[in-house]
Nanobody, 119 residues
């Protein structure tokens, strides 16, 4: 059974840093791309960063230069380091198994972790 458990969220001041982690289990982590999405109240989840099984990364424009996605295949974890946070980054953040072919999540999600950036 696929399990994705996000952690590391919290409250931080504008300009601050948070590092999110996602512990994955129940599938062969080494074979899949992973992604981080976020969801603002009243909005759909949006993709913000992905990483292939080989470590190639991709970011949406509004986080480029501020967020860094990485993975540890030995520990089946994917991390999102978020620097220079802004109030508009406030959201629930989710990790997911990502398909480079379809450009979408494969449909497995964790519970998410809340990030709140105060101004």
């Amino acid at each position: 059974q696929v399990q994705l458990v996000e952690s590391g969220g919290g409250v931080v001041q504008s300009g601050g840093t948070l590092t999110l982690s996602c512990a994955a289990s129940g599938f062969d982590f080494n074979l899949y791309s992973m992604g981080w999405y976020r969801q603002l109240p009243g909005y759909n989840r949006e993709r913000i960063a992905t990483i292939t099984k080989n470590g190639n990364t991709n970011y949406v424009d509004f986080v480029k230069g501020r967020f860094t996605i990485s993975r540890d295949n030995a520990r089946s974890t994917v991390t999102l380091q978020m620097n220079r946070l802004k109030p508009e980054d406030t959201a629930v953040y989710f990790c997911t198994i990502y398909s480079d072919i379809t450009g979408t999540s494969l449909g497995h999600w964790g519970e998410g972790t809340q990030v709140t950036v105060s101004s």
